[in-house]
């Protein structure tokens, strides 16, 4: 059973890449655990065919979501994909914890080998394939609305990107089935991931799906920006846009200049692990540093890609359920630019230890303090938006108070590692780790779900659970901190990140709160689900179909939930900023419009899913050294991408009456909506239309 | 600009087809950020270039295998190449035909392949005298660098042989008048960095 199948047509895949085969051939706790993991996967992707199947849905899903370049459709479907890349990584997160806490000088329930992948899979998914595509639909979803545009400037480049983050996180999953993946970390180090030192498939994998995920989040950044600069409504000036479109905007420019450098990075160990190059090799010349250089000049602005969006969506929550406008707006635009601009000048503080110079590193140390500053200025802006404010503790508000309070802590310990001598004492152990769950947790988690129970209404047309979701949000803070302050203590202490066997008894108890707290975190994820089911089912009972239910001040509140798919049946015109929120209180909102007209919508299109189907084969091909298929899909891709280039028909025109029949069905609706004050928002009472005191 | 105002930077259509010139404003700027991204790539690679110049572990360097006379002709190929496509948008701007244009277009096309067919012969030459990218660090970033820039203008030159079937299959639309303007701005990209490849690598391999 050993030796390549078939190396001609399947390159170097062996009987022994299979997980099943592994197991069966040697049945250990551990490739029982990896025989697992891969029958989940192919049960679950059978099951969800055959459900698909036997509902008769391929074509409702086909037409209506996969070939669909609406960006509210788009952005959905990252935020699902987040959702389960989310599943596995949580899973494998308290895999790991329950790995330390049985290996105290015992083997534990994982092989070093199958440990080191769960840690490599769990940070490149939670980086890659659970944030990114979490801000990516958020941002995808809410800010063309906010800035009264009927789409992103490039709608079917937003379908190719969501494909190729879909095809680069189906090699994620495929990893688990065949072959192995990455023993390197979510950051791929060389010389261990060079082929000298892993001769395996697994960087390739990791290699290919990184690259796929960060071509189409350069793509998506682009497009972000063309939007805001170009798409603004009459009216939308800069200063004039919610802050989530700023912190968009921040986000994108780091996209555009901070993705490049990724994609170096991983193509040139490409070319180092297939055609033999020496750029990060131990010998013939080769630089491991100058790989560390390029992939924190992508890693650090990467934090703040991810931490910005979460910004931008407390900014519009806590302003919201304050019912008051956001303090120091100016301030926050400022500090969110100053963000984006210093987070390119701090890289070197990922690797202090690592050789340069006692000033090189106190310049960088320096640096990285200072973007404390305008952070700190943020916190304070929020603080001030309660102050004195209507503030209503619903579920999205109170993921921004433990943000608040959990965020400063994680910020605190981000200044000590910030000293270079200090960091000396702690770096790449447990403490790093505990920090940066610190930091992503509050900073990118909560804020993606607050923001979408806050703006879960618009897209579906009801209100999730309040009581499920207050329960899912108790255990992410509970858990939250049972599981991560361990962490800094152990780390203190000297425990190494990324260890399978502990030989420190002293090490325990705390790897015992840190367990516990793990399987918190896991239930809190399942509350997550269970909250949609239980909403899903009792939907008819919290319709908010006029659209705002929580007196909302931008304009995305100001259309009906769902939004068609044209969005603004007349594009708006605004004289200040939170426009909505003034037009209610001026009395002018909902004004009916004079006359409609036709509206081009773009079409349809299977681009898109090509694009990424190919790409992804191109990527497994590349992994298993099935050149003819590498080759085929290269070609497939490009001939795609021509073809496209000649199709003119791409628009299709909604219709004046059309438009003007869906828009007086939402305004019957609406008025025959009751009004209701902020207290009875949570309540059935609710039907998406706020009273507004005079 | 009397027309309009311009929408963007490079060669704006405001005084000769205003319905395109409005839709080209977010199109072309668009494009103006994928080569501000694209650009970051090159500078990267133009750090790690100079990073690895001393990576030779016993071996040749770039500088000691590249000729300098047949880089020095590349480049003349391709700057007249820029100029052939300037005129072809000058062209198409002022609606000189599509005869005009597309001869400016097989200029350039003719040209982009001869920079491409002298460039392949640099390489092979210099792999016949054992300069793999495989030797040494050093060979790697050489063979990173300029064969990336050797790509693009191939993908330029692929893009310009569709647009050679679209000019006449379609006329010059509005699509196709907005991809010219892309096109361009993609050619004259690859220029500047040529320029800067010619410069930091083969003009400085010369002072050492
Ligand atoms: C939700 C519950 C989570 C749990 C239980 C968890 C647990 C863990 C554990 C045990 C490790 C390995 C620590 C070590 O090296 O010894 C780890 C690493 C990591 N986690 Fe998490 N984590 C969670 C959420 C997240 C989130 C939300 C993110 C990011 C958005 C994240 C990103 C990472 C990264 C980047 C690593 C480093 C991987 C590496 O060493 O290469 N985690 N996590
Ligand atoms: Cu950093």
Redo the contacts between chains.
């Keep these: 059973m050993n030796g390549a199948i078939s190396p001609t047509i399947l390159g170097r895949l062996e009987w022994l890449s299979l997980p099943f085969v592994r197991a069966w051939q040697n049945p250990t706790p551990d490739e029982l655990i990896g025989a697992g993991a891969a029958t989940i996967v192919v049960v679950g992707m059978a099951g969800t065919i055959a459900l698909i199947t036997a509902l008769g849905k391929w074509r409702y899903l086909w037409r209506d979501w996969f070939t669909s370049v609406d960006h509210k459709k788009i952005g959905i479907m990252y935020v699902v994909l987040a959702f389960v890349m989310m599943s596995r990584a949580v899973v494998e997160g308290v895999l790991m914890r329950m790995q330390q806490a049985t290996a105290i000088n015992a083997p534990g329930i994982v092989e070093p080998d199958h440990f080191a992948q769960l840690f490599s899979t769990h940070g490149s998914i939670m980086i890659f394939f659970m944030a990114m595509p979490f801000l990516t639909g958020m941002i995808n979803y809410v800010m063309p609305l906010q800035i009264g545009s009927r789409d992103v400037?490039?709608p079917l480049l937003n379908s190719i990107s969501l494909w190729l983050t879909g095809g680069a996180a189906g090699l994620m999953m495929v990893s688990l089935v065949i072959g192995q993946f990455s023993t390197g970390g979510w950051s791929g180090y060389p010389p261990y991931t060079e082929l000298e030192f892993s001769p395996d498939v697994g960087p390739d994998y990791w290699i290919w799906a990184v690259t796929l995920g960060s071509i189409g989040s350069?793509l998506s950044g682009?497009?972000f920006?063309?939007t805001i600069?170009?798409?603004r409504c009459a009216g939308m000036t800069m200063m004039r846009m919610p802050l989530f479109c700023w912190t968009t905007l921040c986000t994108s420019i780091l996209m555009?200049?901070a993705?490049?450098?990724l994609?170096?990075a991983t193509a040139?160990l490409a070319?180092?692990r297939y055609?033999?190059?020496?750029?990060f090799?131990n010998?013939?010349?080769?630089?491991m540093m100058?790989y560390a250089n390029?992939f924190w000049?992508f890693g650090h602005p990467e934090v703040y890609i991810l931490i910005l969006p979460a910004f931008g969506v407390y900014s519009e929550v806590v302003s919201t359920f304050s019912s008051k406008e956001l303090y120091g707006y100016r301030s926050m635009v400022i500090a969110t630019m100053s963000i984006a601009v210093m987070s390119f000048t701090v890289w070197l503080h990922h690797f202090f230890t690592m050789g340069q110079s006692a000033s090189i590193n106190a310049a960088f140390g320096i640096a990285t303090m200072a973007i404390g500053v305008p952070t700190g200025v943020k916190i304070y802006d929020w603080i001030w938006t309660m102050f004195m404010g209507q503030v209503r503790f619903t579920v999205p508000m109170l993921y921004s108070l433990a943000f608040m309070m959990t965020f400063v802590l994680g910020g605190l310990t981000g200044i000590i590692l910030a000293f270079p001598p200090l960091d000396y004492l702690v770096h790449n152990t447990l403490f790093l780790v505990a920090h940066f769950h610190n930091m992503l947790i509050p900073g990118l988690l909560y804020g993606m779900l607050a923001g979408y129970h806050y703006w879960f209404p618009k897209a579906f047309g009801f209100r999730l659970n309040e009581k499920w979701g207050q329960l899912a949000f108790g255990c992410w803070v509970v858990g939250f901190y049972l599981a991560f302050m361990p962490l800094y203590v152990l780390g203190a202490a000297g425990m190494a990140r990324r260890t399978a066997e502990i030989f420190e008894p002293a090490f325990r108890p705390w790897l015992y709160v840190a367990g516990i707290g793990a399987l918190i975190l896991l239930a809190a994820l399942v509350a997550l689900f269970v909250q949609l089911w239980v909403s899903i089912r009792e939907r008819e009972a919290n319709r908010v179909d006029a659209g705002d239910p929580w007196d909302g001040r931008g304009l995305e509140w100001s259309i009906a939930g769902p939004p068609p798919e044209y969005n603004f049946a007349v594009l708006p015109t605004v004289s200040g900023g939170d426009p909505f929120y003034t037009s209610k209180r001026n009395g002018d909102a909902y004004l009916p419009p004079e006359r409609y007209e036709n509206i081009e919508v773009p079409k349809n299109s299977v681009v898109g899913p090509l694009l990424g189907v190919f790409s992804a084969a191109t990527g497994f091909a590349l992994v298993w050294h099935m050149w003819w298929l590498a080759i085929l899909g290269m070609l497939a891709i490009?001939i795609t991408v021509?073809a496209r280039?000649?199709i003119?028909d791409t628009h299709r025109i909604v219709s004046a009456t059309e438009v003007e029949r869906v828009d007086l069905a939402w305004r019957d609706k609406l008025f025959a909506s009751r009004s209701i004050s902020r207290e009875m928002e949570t309540t059935s009472a609710n039907q998406g239309f706020a009273e507004v005191a005079a | 600009m009397s027309a309009a105002e311009a929408k963007h930077a490079g060669i704006n259509l405001g005084d000769s087809d205003r319905e395109t010139h409005e839709k080209a404003g977010s199109e072309i700027f668009g494009f103006w950020i994928f080569l501000m991204s694209d650009a970051v790539i090159f500078a990267l690679l133009f750090a790690t270039y100079g990073v690895m110049l001393r990576g030779t572990a016993g071996g040749p360097s770039a500088a000691d295998e590249y000729r300098i006379l047949p880089a020095f002709i590349e480049t003349l190929i391709l700057l007249t190449s820029s100029f052939t496509f300037g005129m072809a948008s000058v062209a198409m701007k002022h609606g000189r035909g599509l005869r005009t244009v597309l001869a400016w277009m097989v200029i350039t096309l003719a040209l982009g392949l001869g920079f491409l067919a002298m460039e392949l012969r640099d390489f092979s030459t210099m792999i016949a005298d054992g300069a793999l990218p495989s030797r040494n660090g050093n060979l790697s970033s050489f063979f990173a660098l300029v064969p990336l820039h050797g790509l693009h203008v191939a993908a330029g030159c692929l893009w310009l042989a569709v647009m050679l079937v679209q000019v006449p299959c379609f006329g010059l639309d509005k699509r196709v008048k907005i991809n010219l303007l892309r096109l361009g701005l993609f050619w004259h990209f690859l220029d500047i960095v040529w320029i800067a490849i010619f410069s930091v690598v083969y003009l400085q391999g010369l002072i050492r």
Excluded: C, E, Q, W
């Design positions: 400037a490039f350069t682009l497009n920006a063309v600069y170009k798409m555009i200049f993705m490049p450098p994609t170096v040139m070319l180092d055609l033999g190059f020496h750029f090799t010998d013939l010349g080769g630089n100058n390029l000049l490009i021509i280039s000649f003119r």
